[in-house]
């Protein structure tokens, strides 16, 4: 166990819809980065955020936002949802300040866009 | 930009098999490097790392060393065994101003009793 922990664990729903996922880093890290793994794409990086505030995206759609609040826990917002949508998405923290530190996963949230 | 190249799998081995799976980054930088599983339906795990040259990271039995002459990470294991069974993935993070892991596509490998 990581100690990141991801809600939901599985998420069904349909095209044109709004999901949010949430994701909730180790204790003390500040920290939090988002990825997707799909079949095609397999593992990329989307966006990253360090104590509250965004520090880097990566190859995430305008459709899609993410946030992290004062309580350090993290939201990834995905709209106007499409078929291609749907993967895994992990979140991973880590303490945060040192780019290359280590990353702790949490279990995932399964996406289907019906 | 940043990429790291992984051995094409699947690979199929019998238990106490050497294992090897050879893992190569691009040398721009001085990046730290990962190797992660992820095993059946679960999510990613850190399974060793290195942060610099010579550095040998080890876990559960797997050990990889940091290679900056030949830009390569590779993981290998004495003795593989049922339990090993799942998906590896190699990550350098090269920090800069993104700090994120670069994935290769994933090694899979299946250890046949």
């Known amino acids: 166990d990581s100690g990141v922990t991801q809600t939901p664990k599985h998420l069904i729903t349909a095209t044109g819809q709004r999901v949010t996922l949430r994701c909730s880093p180790r204790s003390g890290d500040l920290s939090v980065y988002w990825y997707q793994q799909s079949l095609d794409q397999g593992l990329q990086f989307l966006i990253h955020y360090y104590n509250g505030e965004e520090r880097a995206k990566g190859n995430i759609l305008e459709r899609f936002s993410a946030q992290q609040f004062p309580d350090l826990h993290s939201e990834l917002n995905l709209s106007s949802l499409e078929l291609g949508d749907s993967a895994l998405y992990f979140c991973?923290?880590?303490?945060?300040?040192?780019?290359?530190?280590?990353?702790?996963f949490g279990p995932g949230t399964r996406l289907l866009v019906l | 930009g940043n990429s790291v190249t992984q051995m094409e799998g699947p690979v199929t081995l019998s238990e106490e098999a050497f294992l090897t799976i050879n893992c190569t980054y691009t040398?721009?930088?001085?990046?730290?490097l990962f190797w992660y599983v992820q095993y059946p339906g679960e999510g990613l795990q850190l399974l060793l790392k290195a942060t610099k040259a010579d550095d040998k990271g080890s876990n559960k039995g797997f050990e990889a060393t940091y290679r900056k002459e030949t830009t390569s990470f590779h993981l290998e294991k004495g003795s593989v065994q049922v339990s090993d069974s799942a998906v590896y993935f190699c990550a350098p993070n090269y920090g800069g101003s993104q700090g994120n892991l670069i994935f290769g596509k994933g090694t899979k490998l299946s250890v046949k009793p």
């Open positions: 991973a923290s880590s303490p945060g300040g040192v780019l290359q530190e280590t990353q702790y």
């Open positions: 040398a721009t930088g001085y990046p730290s």
